[in-house]
C-alpha cells in the first residue's frame, strides 16, 4: 500500500508561485510514475503533470506549460509541483497520484491518490 500526502496548498495573487508537495510512505516511489491532477468546483478532475520514477521524462498539461514544473527527490519519497505566474482559473483542489503499471495523464489509470490540497488564486 501507498499513502500520500499533499501539501503547500494555500492563497496566492494571481502571478504569484506556489511548490505543493506529495511526501509517500508505505513503499518506495521510484518505480512508480507520479502525477498531479487538480479539480476545481464543478468541473471534472483534470491532468496537470506526470513524471516517471526516474524523473527522466515528463508530460505537461497543455494549460500549465511552461509555467509549472513538476520533479521528485526518490531518496525523499517526494514529488513537487512548482508552480509560477499563477492564475485565478488554476484555482482548484490538487491532488497527487501515483501509478506503478503506467506512465499515464488519464486519472481513472492512477490507483493510488492524495487528499488533496487547496490552491486558491485571488485576482
Known amino acids: 500500500q501507498v499513502q500520500l500526502v499533499e501539501s503547500g496548498g494555500g492563497l496566492v495573487q494571481a502571478g504569484g508561485s506556489l511548490r505543493l508537495s506529495c511526501t509517500a510512505s508505505g513503499r518506495t516511489l521510484r518505480n512508480f510514475a507520479m502525477a498531479w491532477f487538480r479539480q476545481a468546483p464543478g468541473k471534472e478532475r483534470e491532468f496537470v503533470a506526470v513524471?516517471?520514477?526516474?524523473?527522466?521524462?515528463?508530460l505537461y498539461a497543455n494549460s500549465v506549460k511552461g509555467r509549472f514544473t513538476i520533479s521528485r527527490d526518490n531518496a525523499k519519497n517526494t514529488v513537487y509541483l512548482e508552480m509560477s505566474s499563477l492564475k485565478p482559473e488554476d484555482t482548484a483542489v490538487y491532488y497527487c497520484a501515483a501509478e506503478e503499471m503506467l506512465f499515464t495523464t488519464k486519472a481513472n489509470e492512477y490507483y493510488y491518490w492524495g487528499q488533496g490540497t487547496q490552491v486558491t488564486v485571488s485576482s
Open positions: 513524471i516517471t520514477g526516474t524523473g527522466g521524462n515528463t
